[in-house]
């Protein structure tokens, strides 16, 4: 069955930091991996997604998410936060088989001057 | 901002009262979905469908009904619902391939529908 992890409930970090939000998987074969952000009273916003290639994969907002088959990892990442980046993240984890998406329960940013 | 839209955007019912949400999508998708996101909880998919079939019910009480129109709409008909039914509404599309495993389908969300049951 797949599953997706975001071990840490809330990451704290200080503007102009760099900032990771983890993620980990566990799914039959390879893995389609996405990354969705939630501000406020929002829905789901796409941020990036690995399909195949590079394992470096650049999103929107400056972000970018390293996918790591042996650790079967996919974190977020951002060179410098800004206070802005402060939002709830998803992770979301889909086999090749034509399985839903699974999204992991969500890990909020919070980015202080 | 996402071609996918939800109206309303907050809904307040009783016990016994019918409402409908709804969504609509402007990105030419073939496939919509309905979830349910409570707090501190993984979003729950409850309906899918590809090509307006319905492919995907996952478990969800009769209380809770689809329509699938056409490829733009989505209907999520509602009816004595339960306190803990409350939750934000998500709808979502994408554009699938009937090969299921050649679909990176990106699934685009609306901003929600925030209900709460009295």
């Known amino acids: 069955a797949q599953s997706v992890a975001q071990p840490e409930d809330q990451v704290n970090v200080a503007e102009g930091n760099p900032l990771t939000v983890k993620c980990t998987y566990s799914?039959?074969?390879?893995?389609?991996l996405f990354w969705y952000v939630q501000y406020p009273n929002r829905g789901l916003q796409f941020l990036l997604k690995y399909i195949t290639g590079d394992n470096l994969v650049k999103g929107s907002y400056g972000f970018e998410a390293e996918f790591n088959k042996s650790q079967t990892s996919f974190h977020l990442k951002k060179p410098s936060a800004l206070v802005s980046d402060s939002a709830l993240y998803f992770c979301?984890?889909?086999?090749?088989?034509?399985?839903?998406?699974?999204f992991g329960q969500g890990t909020e940013l919070s980015v202080k001057p | 901002e996402t071609g996918v839209t939800q109206t309303p955007r907050h809904l307040v019912m009783g016990m016994t009262n019918k409402k409908s949400l709804k969504c609509e999508q402007h990105l030419g998708h073939n496939a919509m979905y309905w979830y349910k996101q409570s707090a501190k909880k993984p979003l729950e998919l409850m309906f899918v469908y590809n090509f307006k079939e319905q492919t995907e019910n996952n478990s969800v009480p009769s209380r809770f009904s689809p329509e699938c129109p056409n490829s733009s709409h989505l209907f999520l008909h509602l009816h004595t619902l339960q306190p803990e039914d409350s939750a934000l509404y998500l709808c979502?599309?994408?554009?699938?391939?009937?090969?299921?495993?050649?679909?990176?389908?990106?699934?685009?969300f609306g901003p929600g529908t925030r209900l709460t049951v009295l």
């Open positions: 979301a984890v889909r086999d090749r088989t034509g399985g839903k998406l699974i």
């Open positions: 799914v039959s074969g390879n893995p389609y």
């Open positions: 979502a599309s994408s554009q699938v391939t009937r090969d299921s495993s050649t679909s990176t389908d990106t699934q685009y």
